[in-house]
């Protein structure tokens, strides 16, 4: 049987005089976020996304659905047996299946959980599931007990929970506590609860459920009324021991709660909340590029805490109080949530430690390897630019991470020339194995497209591409362009990421990185 590392705290939410209250953060990115459209990961992500979060001091990672598929599964075994500092959690129905694939997955660990749950809400169950109450609470019990007798540490939710019927619910949490649950969460599967909801129902569960104290209560909310945050900050002043939430709010739909800003908000409101987590906050800003590197999935300008521009001031009146007192404008510091003080870094000049010194700030180790591929980039870069900013480091740096794919077919030239008028011609050579192939194309609406053909020619793989989106990685007219493009290849979603200060080369990257992923994915014998 593994041991769980945390033990059951007292769920009483503090106050007064008392010692701040320790809130388990349980991050979800590798499951629930995984879920959001086009967040695929594969397992060398998957392994550097729960490196980082391992890294950051997470409690618990819910490193996926083991039944769901071989990937799924084989990357749950794969981060319970290389992350030692968080308990791997895996997921699971409640079933028998289910179960047995969650415990091989997560067996190695250090400190496993297996999380199960079944809906407990009329709709769910009348139209889901078709199963009465009492059939239910069985399920319910046969889960926690089959999960109990491979772990300690098991984690029970009752899907809906925040639209089952009082009654019900406390019957359903007090039959899994009984079973052996030692978690139950409570979660706003379809993100429809309000704050003073939320309250009353986790008040209403330690109020009523006899055996509540035998638990760690926990919150898991949905965004698509805009209030996951608010909905989990108002279960922990009710007494909720256990965030779920995602980096950047990656999930479902709308997505879940968002790590960065349920954990700022305990930091910066301790007097108000009273509790604490062991999440280092200056790896916040680093995880959250890695996350939005990794899925695709670009984080808006103004999001709090990790947005470009959360701590940007423009208006002349908060500049002036900013440069008299900063606490006049500002409740946080850009250093605390792993923003950089200074931001344009370095030249053409500087040194290989230098450049791992400021990666390192920006979240990021290099291997030996990955440092020599940088380095040999950013002084490519470095005599095209004048400036180097942490846009740029951080560009090139994901870059050389993103190249966790195989790769198969790269790049090593290319013309293009087009104009008013005129068509476009593209003549690109591309290198797989030890063989160059070129070809010339003119054809299409413009070079980008005329791009998209020639890889396609060379590489015979034709995709459908579906989304292509170009960021500048900082200011200035010589800024680094980043591709990233989601294509079709076959029915599946494929993502590409490119950068370079020439977009038709960020494009022609980002659809080979794309390419290199779906021959990754193909059975070895049809490559
Ligand atoms: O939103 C939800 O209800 C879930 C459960 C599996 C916990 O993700
Ligand atoms: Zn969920």
Redesign the pocket.
Known sequence: MSQSTTTTESDAPASGHQEPRMIRIFD?TL??GEQSPGASMNLAEKLEVAQLLESMGVDIIEAGFPIASPGDFAAVKAIASTVHHSTICG?ARCSDKDIDAAWEAVKGARSSRI?V?LATSAIHREFKLRMSTDEIVERAIAGVKRAKAYCDDVEF?P??ACRTEHDFLCRVVEAAIDAGATTI?V???VGYATPNEVFDRFTMLRNRVPNMDKAVLST?C?DDLGMAVANSLAAVAAGAGQI?CTINGIG?RAGNAALEEVVMAMKTRQDFFHCNTRIDSTRLVPASRLISKTTGIQVQRNKAIVGRNAFAHESGIHQDGMLKERSTYEIMSPEDVGFSKTDLVLGKHSGRAALADRAKTLGYTLTAEQLNTVFEQFKVLADKKKEMYDGDIVALVQQQISGSVEEQWSLVDYIVSSGKGRGPSVELTLSSGDENFTEKVEQGDGPIDAAFWAVEKITGIEVVCKDYRVRSATLGRDAIGEVNLEVDYKGRTYRGVGSSTDTVESTIMAMLNAINRIIADRPKTSR
């Open positions: 979800t499951r629930d997921l999380h749950f939710s899907e809906d969460n979660p706003d599967t898991h949905h779920e479902e």
